[in-house]
T-cell receptor
Framework: TQLLEQSPQFLSIQEGENLTVYCNSS?????LQWYRQEPGEGPVLLVT?????EVKKLKRLTFQFGDARKDSSLHITAAQPGDTGLYLC????????FGAGTTVTVRA | GAVVSQHPSWVICKSGTSVKIECRSL??????MFWYRQFPKQSLMLMAT?????????EQGVEKDKFLINHASLTLSTLTVTSAHPEDSSFYIC??????????????FGPGTRLTVL
């Protein structure tokens, strides 16, 4: 089983601040996915990163895949209350292994 | 595209009864569907992998006779919790992997089913 470690576990910031969530592993992944999940709902796919060193932007969200394809980060610029949720990284060629998740709370 | 539905969205049942949860891929064919369980404030835990037309593969520690999975078609998988007990109360989520998926493993998740066993 390929393990993914996410940090921090919890993050509470004020609206307008920036935040970064990290996803690390000792294993190499062919791709990593980032999901956001809101309470009582299923995870929603945000992005898939596949190339080492890749940077993808989705509005105020920036995703980076490490050169060695063992780690990834999610950076949110000028966070808004709508960004509140559980952020999950996941990887695996068939069955997905999930990180423990980062609960992000953006206060208005 | 890539929409997955689950039904019901929530269910309350008495201890000892069985509950069936349906997972459907609405706009694509899914060769593989996955069933997860999620406890409050925790990440997703894979229960089993379901392939169309074959028996499901269960993760270690998951009782196959308690959690019956049927993948009847390329768009439908069902999870039946048999003889449910209060400890089975949880949020159950399915995901589907598209038949013509890209080379990387993208899964699309249903909205989840909240099961409460009294």
């Amino acid at each position: 089983t390929q393990l993914l470690e996410q940090s921090p576990q919890f993050l509470s910031i004020q609206e307008g601040e920036n935040l970064t969530v990290y996803c690390n592993s000792s294993s190499v992944f062919s791709s990593l996915q980032w999901y956001r999940q809101e309470p009582g709902e299923g995870p929603v796919l945000l992005v898939t990163v596949v190339t080492g060193g890749e940077v993808k932007k989705l509005k105020r969200l920036t995703f980076q895949f490490g050169d060695a394809r063992k780690d990834s980060s999610l950076h949110i610029t000028a966070a808004q209350p709508g960004d509140t949720g559980l952020y999950l990284c996941a990887g695996g060629d068939y069955k997905l292994s999930f990180g423990a998740g980062t609960t992000v709370t953006v206060r208005a | 595209g890539a929409v997955v539905s689950q039904h019901p969205s929530w269910v309350i049942c008495k201890s000892g009864t069985s509950v069936k949860i349906e997972c459907r891929s609405l706009d694509f064919q899914a060769t593989t569907m996955f069933w997860y369980r999620q406890f409050p404030k925790q990440s997703l835990m894979l229960m089993a992998t379901s392939n169309e037309g074959s028996k499901a593969t269960y993760e270690q520690g998951v009782e196959k006779d308690k959690f019956l999975i049927n993948h009847a078609s390329l768009t439908l998988s069902t999870l039946t919790v048999t003889s449910a007990h209060p400890e089975d109360s949880s949020f159950y989520i399915c995901s589907a992997r598209a038949r013509l998926a890209a080379s990387y493993n993208e899964q699309f998740f249903g909205p989840g089913t909240r099961l409460t066993v009294l």
